[in-house]
């Protein structure tokens, strides 16, 4: 196949798999039908563990995980400063170009012009839209003086796009479009977290969605579209999503609890405090050893804080949590052994993950704990070997917990991340961040079930083979971006190109 000149990555924030093919069947994506599934198409584009946008935007955008960078997601405690890093801020939300460290990403390894919109990874993009003073101004215009919905944002972006095709010259040093164009649509995200994937609110966003992809073709007033313009034969459509999602039960005000059992959230101003945590549904904790630039050993967390209480236990207590996740004294980056409960009922079974280098090995003695021993396909890889992470996803792309084994060792390699991760399945969620809970929102997408770790794939354009893709995962992205522009493509990438 011959490089394209183009590429346009359309990511939808927030759209699980199941929730997209049934809105394509009632007919509420007419211009996605049209235009964009004629090529090569799966429902099992697996997403990266966790489910949350960061860190599922630089997985996509460079074709490795959170082992190969230092940030190990949104969230986390920057020990050696003492710094809480939250990338949801304002002050902070760029700042993961800067600790990116050596990765580079997918605009980097692209040459000529290039453009990113409603990024926060962006480095190495010509243009970048919105800047972070464009940022804080729609801020005011949009939501505070005209009280504007998110969906706004929408129009936005395809008004760039389309300013980028229709007048190259105005935003780049030559004439020439962009060769890639990543749109990220996060307005889908923000009326899913308030009203529900099954809301009027959530299908009028996607259906608005839908409407600016058929802008982007077709053209829009005096703005030519990509088919007017003459691009569209020669332009590669990319169509994901970084997560999927669920609808807790329940949700639960945390903070009492943790007062209660002794556990005082860091203030790093103070200092003060023995514990930081961000908990929706799934929970990171970061713990104070002797030090905040030590962690904490196992036998500390079993007696820990000034309640000398076992930690462990403790936060398996917490209603609907199911599993606990924590690493073995003395791991290193190439070799380690990570240790999972499982709760059910009230019963409490145990599991491993042993890894050396990027191959794992998923140890259990009394039960399967992630059920895989349960279906056809998944159970064949259960003889306590090791295995890469793409013999985990062809295994158990279709089943929930889908390569989490891989998942797992990779974010706990990151020697930024969490030393205690909970999860809950979904039922109870906690919106709880650095101290104080946010808000009693039930609907959420950090968990590893199917339902938050699948999404669509669809690749659409001229020379793209019409075909359905059993499964991909989402650090393909990046390969195979660089495969359809002619670039070459990396040797460190995890990801593999879907071509």
């Known amino acids: 196949m011959r490089p394209v000149n183009s590429v346009i990555l359309i990511v939808i924030d927030d759209l699980q ?228 999602n669920y609808t807790a039960s329940k949700w639960i005000d945390i903070a009492p609890y943790f007062d209660q059992i002794g556990l005082i959230p860091l203030k790093p101003k103070i200092p003060e405090g023995n514990f930081d945590a961000t908990f929706g549904s799934l929970g990171f904790f970061t713990l104070k050893g002797n030090t905040w630039q030590e962690r904490p050993t196992i036998e500390q967390m079993q007696q820990y804080g000034p309640k000398k209480i076992d930690l462990f236990k403790a936060l398996m207590n917490i209603p609907g949590v199911k599993y606990l996740y924590y690493r073995e004294d003395g791991n290193t980056f190439e070799k380690g052994l990570i240790h999972i409960l499982y709760k059910e009922q009230n019963d409490i079974y145990s599991a491993s993950i042993n890894y050396e280098g990027d191959k794992t090995k998923y140890i259990y003695e009394e039960k399967d704990v992630f059920g895989y021993s349960k279906d056809e396909i998944a159970s064949k890889i259960l003889d306590q070997q090791f295995h890469s992470i793409d013999e985990w996803l062809k295994h158990t792309y279709h089943v929930d917990f889908p390569m989490i084994i891989d998942q797992i060792t990779r974010l706990f390699r990151n020697p930024n991340s969490c030393d205690i991760m909970l999860s809950t399945c979904g039922e109870t969620i906690f919106n709880y961040e650095h101290g104080r809970t946010k808000n009693a929102h039930i609907h959420g997408h950090d968990i590893g079930l199917h339902s938050a770790m699948s999404v669509p794939l669809l690749i659409s354009g001229s020379q793209i083979p019409q075909k359905k893709l059993l499964y991909a995962k989402s650090a393909d992205i990046t390969p195979t971006i660089l495969k359809l522009l002619g670039e070459p493509v990396p040797s460190n990438l995890v990801g593999k190109s879907i071509l």
């Open 17 to 244: 798999a199941d929730h997209f093919n049934k809105f394509l069947k009632d007919g509420y994506l007419p211009n996605i039908e049209k235009y964009l599934m004629n090529g090569l198409f799966s429902n099992n584009m697996v997403a990266c563990y966790p489910a949350i946008t960061i860190p599922a935007q630089p997985v996509m955008l460079t074709g490795v995980y959170p082992d190969a960078y230092i940030p190990p997601g949104g969230h986390w405690v920057k020990r050696d400063e003492l710094i809480i890093r939250n990338y949801n801020t304002f002050k902070e939300y760029s700042l993961i170009n800067d600790e990116l460290g050596d990765v580079k990403t997918i605009f980097e390894l692209v040459r000529g012009n290039t453009t990113g919109l409603f990024l926060g990874l962006n480095r190495g993009s010509k243009q970048i839209y919105p800047t972070k003073r464009q940022v804080f101004w729609l801020y005011l215009w949009y939501f505070l003086f005209l009280r504007r919905s998110i969906s706004q944002a929408n129009t936005l972006i395809i008004n760039k796009l389309l300013n980028y095709f229709n007048k190259p010259k105005k935003f780049f040093k030559n004439n020439e479009p962009p060769r890639l164009s990543v749109a990220w649509f996060l307005s889908s995200d923000s009326m899913l977290h308030n009203y529900g994937s099954t809301s009027e609110q959530y299908l009028k966003n996607l259906r608005d969605i839908d409407l600016k992809i058929g802008e982007l073709i077709n053209g829009k007033g005096k703005k030519k579209g990509l088919k007017d313009l003459g691009y569209l034969d020669d332009t590669v459509i990319i169509l994901t999503s970084d997560h999927g």
